[in-house]
């Protein structure tokens, strides 16, 4: 049974930085693709960027130049390095593999609240 647990929101003013965190604690974590998602209130949840094993990135549009994720394999952690953040992107900040469904198991997410 896969656990995710993301910390590392808060809140930040507009143009600042933020780092979310998540540990993924199943077997096959180490060599599969972990993607970053996040869902604003009343919206669908989206994408936002995600890295293989081998440390390939893939950004969605809206973040690419500003956002930096990566991981720790022996850790069986995630990252997500956001800098210029805008306040339309408020939301809860969920890790899980690429491709993840809504039917499959999510963490609590971790809220990054962005000021203007």
């Known amino acids: 049974q896969v656990q995710l647990v993301e910390f590392g929101g808060g809140l930040v003013q507009a143009g600042g930085s933020l780092r979310v965190s998540c540990v993924v604690s199943r077997s096959s974590s180490r060599t599969t693709a972990i993607a970053w998602y996040r869902q604003a209130s009343g919206k669908q949840r989206e994408v936002v960027a995600d890295i293989t094993s081998g440390g390939f990135t893939t950004y969605a549009d809206y973040v690419k130049g500003r956002f930096t994720i990566s991981r720790d394999k022996a850790k069986n952690k995630v990252y997500l390095q956001m800098n210029s953040l805008k306040p339309e992107e408020t939301a809860v900040y969920y890790c899980?593999?690429?491709?993840?469904?809504?039917?499959?198991?999510w963490g609590q997410g971790t809220q990054v609240t962005v000021s203007s």
């Open positions: 899980n593999f690429r491709g993840a469904r809504n039917y499959d198991t």
